[in-house]
């Protein structure tokens, strides 16, 4: 198990477990639970919007599409303005839960009323999963919090008729009187 110390350097850390591999699994998490309640001087000062535009400089502008990039720095604008100001060790599965809440009731910018859709919202939490699960593998966090809460609902709504094999048959038969721009 690998930990960075406050001076930058990786630290190794192990432990001989005599018994089965689950023995040893088991041990392995509360290892790692009790190194992410220890304080390290180099994550209490990486907030959320820190880390994201770190996250940009090193990863995203190279190995992303610039499409895909500016979705996601669309998507962070609210996330910023929710959790930003949150160090990278101190944000908890509540807080995303707050926040993913927050935004079904949060309005639209498109000017349309109501709130958020349930798209939306998971679309949200699978960049927030995928930014905080970036930071774990770096060695910022030890756990992805947002490994402990549910991805929020989304339910496909397909309100379009389907044309039946006669209400088909005769759409065509329709269109062949019709000009061959309407076609």
């Excluded at 630290?11 to 992410?36: F, N, S, V």
């Excluded at 820190?50 to 502008?61: I, S, T």
């Excluded at 604008?77 to 935004?103: S, T, V």
Aim: charged share 30%; net charge positive; proline share 4%.
């Amino acid at each position: 198990m690998k930990a960075i110390t406050n001076n930058g350097k990786k630290q190794r850390r192990t432990k001989t477990i005599h018994g089965k591999r689950i023995d040893a699994e088991r041990e392995e998490k509360i290892m790692i639970g009790e190194l992410a309640k220890q304080p390290s001087k180099f994550t209490n000062q990486m907030k959320l919007h820190d880390f994201f535009q770190y996250w940009l400089d090193n990863f995203a502008n190279e190995h992303l599409a610039p499409k895909t990039v500016f979705e996601y720095t669309k998507l962070f604008k609210r996330i910023d303005a929710a959790l930003g100001h949150k160090a990278l060790d101190k944000i908890e599965p509540r807080y995303l839960l707050l926040f993913y809440a927050n935004l079904k009731e949060a309005p639209r910018l498109d000017g349309r009323p109501g709130g958020l859709g349930e798209n939306s919202v998971r679309k949200h939490h699978v960049f927030l999963h995928l930014l905080l699960e970036k930071a774990k593998r770096w060695g910022f966090i030890y756990i992805n919090p947002a490994d402990n809460v549910d991805s929020p609902t989304f339910h496909y709504r397909n309100n379009k008729k389907i044309l039946n094999l006669s209400e088909l048959n005769r759409f065509m038969c329709l269109l062949d009187g019709e000009p061959l721009k309407h076609r």
